[in-house]
C-alpha cells in the first residue's frame, strides 16, 4: 500500500532517535496515524544510517490504544517518577546489586545438590 502525502504531522527528537507521527489518508479519504521511530546508528569508518520501524494506527483502534497507553506510561511514572535512571543518561550511575541474604533457608543456584534434581 502506498502511503499518500502527510496531512498533518509532528516531529519528537530524542536523542539518536527520532519519532515521526503522521496523519495520512486512505484511499477511502479516511484518515490513519503511522508512527515512526528512525534511530541513527554510527559505523566505526564515521558514515551511519538509519533502522526505522514504523506502527500504523487506525480509528477503530483508537480508544483502546490511547487507553493502554495511558495506562503503562501512567504505571511508570507513578512507580518510578519522571526523572530518567540509567547508565546512559546518568554517568556517575551505579548499579545495585542485592546483597546475600543471611536467611539460611534460601538457596542460591549455586546451593544446589544432585539429590535436589
Given at each position: 500500500m502506498l502511503e499518500k502525502d502527510e496531512i498533518f504531522s509532528k516531529v519528537l527528537r530524542a536523542g539518536r532517535r527520532?519519532?515521526?507521527?503522521?496523519?495520512?489518508?486512505?484511499?477511502?479519504?479516511?484518515?490513519?496515524?503511522?508512527?515512526?521511530?528512525?534511530?541513527k546508528f554510527t559505523e566505526e569508518d564515521g558514515s551511519?544510517?538509519?533502522k526505522k520501524h514504523k506502527i500504523y494506527l487506525y480509528k477503530e483502534d483508537f480508544t483502546a490504544f490511547r487507553?493502554?497507553?495511558?495506562?503503562?506510561?501512567?504505571?511508570v511514572?507513578?512507580?518510578?517518577?519522571?526523572?530518567?535512571?540509567?547508565?546512559?543518561h546518568?554517568?556517575?550511575?551505579?548499579?545495585?546489586?542485592?546483597?546475600?541474604s543471611t536467611d539460611s533457608s534460601e538457596k542460591s543456584y549455586t546451593d544446589i545438590d544432585f539429590d535436589d534434581i
Amino acid at each position: 500500500m502506498l502511503e499518500k502525502d502527510e496531512i498533518f504531522s509532528k516531529v519528537l527528537r530524542a536523542g539518536r532517535r527520532t519519532y515521526f507521527f503522521d496523519v495520512r489518508s486512505t484511499k477511502a479519504d479516511d484518515y490513519y496515524i503511522t508512527i515512526t521511530e528512525s534511530k541513527k546508528f554510527t559505523e566505526e569508518d564515521g558514515s551511519f544510517h538509519f533502522k526505522k520501524h514504523k506502527i500504523y494506527l487506525y480509528k477503530e483502534d483508537f480508544t483502546a490504544f490511547r487507553e493502554i497507553l495511558d495506562e503503562m506510561t501512567n504505571f511508570v511514572l507513578d512507580s518510578k517518577g519522571e526523572e530518567v535512571i540509567s547508565e546512559r543518561h546518568q554517568k556517575d550511575f551505579k548499579k545495585e546489586y542485592p546483597t546475600d541474604s543471611t536467611d539460611s533457608s534460601e538457596k542460591s543456584y549455586t546451593d544446589i545438590d544432585f539429590d535436589d534434581i
